[in-house]
């Protein structure tokens, strides 16, 4: 049965599945910001911004005028100490408590959406569920790197390097069996710089740059991604950087020519113009006949010439004393 519950009439649980099982509900607030203290900020800081998930309720069992929290102590226990801070013997989680109502417009809800079990039994199925990952197609099938890369670029506009190669190789004609590929591999490999030359890229403001040829880069690229999904290459095994260069030194030997820096030299002070802003190739000079004269008869003179789309301007000779 769902209900509406005042916060101080949920108790948190004292036999909290997290952790070892303890006495009373302040004994069971001590062990949650103990072993989640971090976290449980973050938590408190997430709700005071959007709230609790009002399709999400609260599993309780009631217990004369009070209710037990069967699921969601973590939530219940962020609510409470965000109510009350003095529930928080960490002075340092507490003072961090303290400063929140003032960081954001939201207050922390006094009332807690719920949903009420006439037995612990009756709510053990559906709590298992939600905690024990996917049971073979029952639990909750949570997503990989690829479906998070989706979600967050469909509401965020952001796609992991990885992702970007993906869509830039499919757009070249290759296809990969993606529910073999590990995202994950990639994003840890392209995460060090000193990496990604061997592929020809770089990345600039989280966007995929080729700075090789681009028909070598892609080259490489397919390369690197086969390898991934014919060999199941973990991300435990390139985590280290180590590891992961010895990786893409026996995949690749050495790394690929960047074409920018062999075919442009910058200076410090122009090297965004030099990019930006090519130089603008002047007209050539044109000889004006009635000033050569003057010029055979004096070889120390020079023209100054006026150039950059001036039409019909006449060169003007300054004579230099010998």
């Known amino acids: 049965m769902r209900q509406v519950i005042p916060v101080d009439k949920l108790i948190i649980n004292p036999e909290n599945y997290r952790f070892d099982p303890v006495d009373t509900q302040d004994q069971a607030i001590d062990l949650m910001i103990e072993k ?22 609260i599993r309780v ?17 962020v609510v409470k100490c965000l ?55 029952v639990g909750q099938d949570n997503w990989g790197a690829q479906e998070t890369d989706r979600f967050e670029f469909k509401f965020g506009g952001k796609l992991s390097p990885a992702m970007q190669i993906l869509n830039l190789l499919q757009s070249k004609g290759y296809s990969f069996d993606t529910n073999r590929l590990k995202i994950s591999t990639i994003n840890r ?39 991934i ?50 130089p603008i190739k002047m007209p050539e000079t044109k000889k004006v006949e009635q000033n050569a004269d003057l010029i055979e008869q004096n070889p120390k003179m020079f023209v100054i010439t006026a150039f950059a789309g001036l039409k019909d301007v006449y060169k003007t000779i300054e004579k230099v004393s010998s």
């Open 36 to 57: 989640k203290g971090l976290e449980i900020l973050a938590l408190a800081k997430h709700i005071l911004q959007f709230g609790l998930d009002k399709a999400k309720d």
């Open 61 to 77: 069992l009631q217990q004369g005028d009070i209710y037990l929290v069967l699921d969601g102590n973590r939530r219940i226990t």
């Open 83 to 137: 109510i009350t801070p003095s529930l928080i013997k960490n002075n340092k989680i507490k003072s961090e408590f303290e400063k929140l109502p003032s960081l954001f417009s939201k207050q922390p809800p006094k009332q807690i959406n719920c949903y009420v079990y006439t037995s612990e039994k009756d709510a053990s199925e559906w709590i298992r569920l939600d905690h024990t990952g996917k049971n073979n197609g």
């Open 189 to 227: 490999i392209l995460s060090y710089p000193s990496l990604r030359s061997f592929l020809g890229i770089d990345i600039k403001q989280n966007n995929i740059k080729v700075i090789s040829k681009e028909e070598d880069a892609i080259i490489r690229l397919n390369a690197l991604f086969t390898n």
């Open 229 to 278: 999904i014919d060999n199941d290459v973990k991300v435990a095994s390139v985590y280290d950087k180590d590891k992961a260069l010895v990786f893409i030194k026996n995949l690749f030997g050495e790394p690929l020519k960047d074409n920018m820096q062999t075919t442009m030299k910058f200076e410090p002070e122009k090297d965004i113009n030099a990019l930006t802003n090519p």
